[in-house]
């Protein structure tokens, strides 16, 4: 069994791109890497005591909610150690989506398979490129729970979405087979889809999870890295800073690769930011 912790970075009103991250891993090792992500923030926490005790990236790393007394580059330091233990031992997987291009793509067809709202249909990525992913482990061990930062609104339908698995978005995980010598794609049906993922995610707070909260740092990294494609540094050096993250963790991620021509293949392209291979 598999566990994928998962959190996002940006709202409407706050940036032009939402990125929802998870990082995957094996049960066996649990422990262990939750350990070693304790034991980086336990060692950062005794330098600086007056500092919180949750870490939400976009605050640690400007500096803002008590984490001013962190000097700046062991802050830097800090959020690239947190993608190194996410290289080392996960797998990760991501959603970027252009807010201004999905809200231009909404219609009464996609609002019954993604809400019409991004946090939906980046869920739905995420899900199916793990199951597109893990489909072909033997004997269930690929079999993944989904553990994401509670999000009360949506999760219901989510879980709903996974447990109906709408052929809308086959497309995204489906495999080829050959048939009478030509090399087709083989239909899914209702006892295989999703049938990687387990029917109900579950929500938990981000303080709760150590790994949530290194799937928040994996969002944040991919949502600055998008942002600074398109607007200026805020300081020297933060594109390479941020280039140089990315490399990191986008080497462990896994992506939509081959696909039939469909609809929901051809969303996911359409609503990517500039620089983002969905």
Known sequence: ??????????DAGQTSVFVMAALLVDAYRLRRITADFDQILRALLDRHPGSPKELKTKAFIGGRGGWSEVPGDERKAFLRSLCELAARD????ASAICLNRFDEMKS???????????????AMFVASMIQKRLQSEPNNKGLTVLVMDNNQQSMPALSDAIHVADPWFDGLYQVQEKKRGKTVWKARSAADRFDAIVNTAFAIRSNHSSLVQVADALAYVYRRWLELQAED??????RGYYQSLFELIDAQRKSIGRCPDCDAVKLYKAVAPQGWKP
């Open 1 to 10: 069994m598999k566990f994928a912790y998962v959190d996002e970075s940006g």
């Open 90 to 93: 996960g797998k990760v997987f």
């Open 108 to 122: 009464a067809e996609l609002a019954s398979v993604t809400k019409n709202h991004y946090w939906h249909a980046a």
């Open 233 to 238: 540094e805020t300081y020297t050096g933060e």
